[in-house]
């Protein structure tokens, strides 16, 4: 017997469907609440696990799609975004997608928020993000990633 999805992996599913994605959203009860984690859930390279991060460039929320085996180094990101980077805090991470931190997917928010995206997942064939929930994940490619989120594609190092 199959588990149902939580209300915001199905959500995400539905957001990705409406976006040209096959939408399938799995559950993963190993745990994917860090990039380690996920990767080894999946048996794949920690840079090929997406990690899903609200910031705040001049004191407006934006996503960044970041390859699991980087950080995002601000003051450099933020320079190339032509304003200031700053990590926003859970309640405004939160609010902003409507999803827990650790499951934040890039899609499936309340509002569309500017997305930029780590250029070095290019180098995986497969990558695998958060759907929206704790345990939820879903495939995709950066080219198809890029695309749903209409994100940029930038250098976050």
């Given amino acids: 017997m199959s588990r149902l999805l939580h209300p915001n992996a199905a959500h995400v599913a539905d957001t990705l469907i409406s976006r040209g994605h096959h939408g399938v959203v799995v559950n993963s009860p190993e745990g994917t ?3 380690a984690d996920a990767a080894a ?4 390279e920690v840079g090929a ?3 899903s991060m609200v910031f705040l460039l001049d004191d407006e929320p934006v996503l960044l799609l970041v390859s699991g085996a980087h950080n ?11 304003g200031t980077l700053a990590r926003a805090d859970l309640d ?7 999803q827990p931190i650790g499951g934040i997917a890039p899609v499936g ?4 928020l500017d997305t930029f995206v780590d250029q070095d997942l290019a180098g995986y064939a497969e990558v695998w993000a958060a759907a929206g929930h ?3 994940i879903f495939r ?5 990633l890029v695309r749903i989120t209409a994100g940029l594609a930038i250098d976050v190092t």
């Fill in 92 to 98: 405004t991470a939160k609010h902003a997608t409507g």
């Fill in 49 to 51: 696990i997406v990690k």
């Fill in 33 to 35: 609440h860090t990039a």
């Fill in 72 to 82: 995002v180094h601000l003051e450099h990101t933020g320079e190339r975004l032509g």
């Fill in 41 to 44: 859930a999946l048996g794949v």
């Fill in 140 to 144: 995709s490619t950066f080219t198809e």
């Fill in 134 to 136: 704790v345990n939820t």
């Fill in 109 to 112: 928010h309340p509002t569309n």
